[in-house]
């Protein structure tokens, strides 16, 4: 089975310019969650969504960073306008909400440079 | 509040060496997960093991075992015969869920380096 798959692996790009990341999900599940890493500040949850619906969005740094699920094989996060401090590597992750399944599986990761 | 402690920043052993990684958790929730994951130097967060609050027996997966206590609130990681492909960043998480709370909560994660 296909895992999590994110897009895209690598992207740098200069300050100010919009940034989109994109994830598809395992098949299936019905969470998704979108996680921030960063030397200083570890694993951070950014947002979640059950069902497509976003349940909690105060990891959100801030106005700049939105997401969105439209469908349950779609997400995205958005960052406008970047800036240096957003490089990070950012991951999607998923989750079958059922006792038996409650692992989250996580994505490669998408490798942000804002320069 | 939820939260995970990984004391051990950084280990370094040499091959064929036995390691402990240690994770302290805190939680009011009575039904709970603990988790741990592999990052090795490629960057993925790689899926080791899953523990609920109601199993407490060890698990032992090869080289791999865990030990959960929830009388001290623990669940270590321990690498029997350390091989240098173990050297990673290992994170222990926890996912509880009272009041449909079900973020998965990482510890600052333990840099294990095996030398040769």
């Known amino acids: 089975d296909a895992g999590v798959i994110q897009s895209p692996r690598h992207e740098v790009t200069e300050m100010g310019q919009e940034v989109t990341l994109r994830c598809k999900p395992i098949?299936?599940?019905?969470?998704l969650f979108w996680y921030r890493q960063t030397m200083m500040r570890g694993l951070e949850l950014l947002i979640y969504?059950?069902?497509?619906?976003?349940?909690?969005d105060s990891g959100m740094p801030e106005d700049r960073f939105s997401a969105k699920m439209p469908n349950a094989s779609f997400s995205t996060l958005k960052i406008q306008p970047s800036e240096p401090r957003d490089s990070a590597v950012y991951f999607c992750?998923?989750?079958?909400?059922?006792?038996?399944?409650?692992?989250?599986?996580f994505g490669e990761g998408s490798w942000l440079t804002v320069v | 509040a939820q939260k995970v402690t990984q004391a051990q920043t950084e280990i370094s052993v040499v091959e064929k060496e036995d390691v402990t990684l240690d994770c302290v958790y805190e939680?009011?929730?009575?039904?709970?997960?603990l988790f741990w994951y592999k990052q090795p130097p490629s960057g993925e967060l790689v899926f080791l093991i899953r523990?609920?609050?109601?199993?407490?027996q060890n698990e032992i997966s090869g080289r791999y075992s865990w030990n959960f206590q929830k009388s001290t609130s623990s669940f270590n990681f321990t690498i029997t015969a350390s091989q240098v492909v173990d050297s990673a960043v290992y994170f222990c998480?926890?996912?509880?869920?009272?009041?449909?709370?079900?973020?998965?909560?990482f510890g600052a994660g333990t840099r294990l380096a095996v030398h040769p």
């Open positions: 992750a998923s989750s079958l909400s059922s006792s038996s399944g409650n692992t989250i599986y």
């Open positions: 098949s299936g599940h019905d969470y």
């Open positions: 969504f059950n069902n497509n619906v976003p349940i909690d």
């Open positions: 939680t009011r929730d009575t039904t709970y997960y």
């Open positions: 523990r609920n609050s109601f199993d407490e």
């Open positions: 998480a926890l996912r509880g869920f009272s009041g449909g709370y079900n973020k998965l909560i």
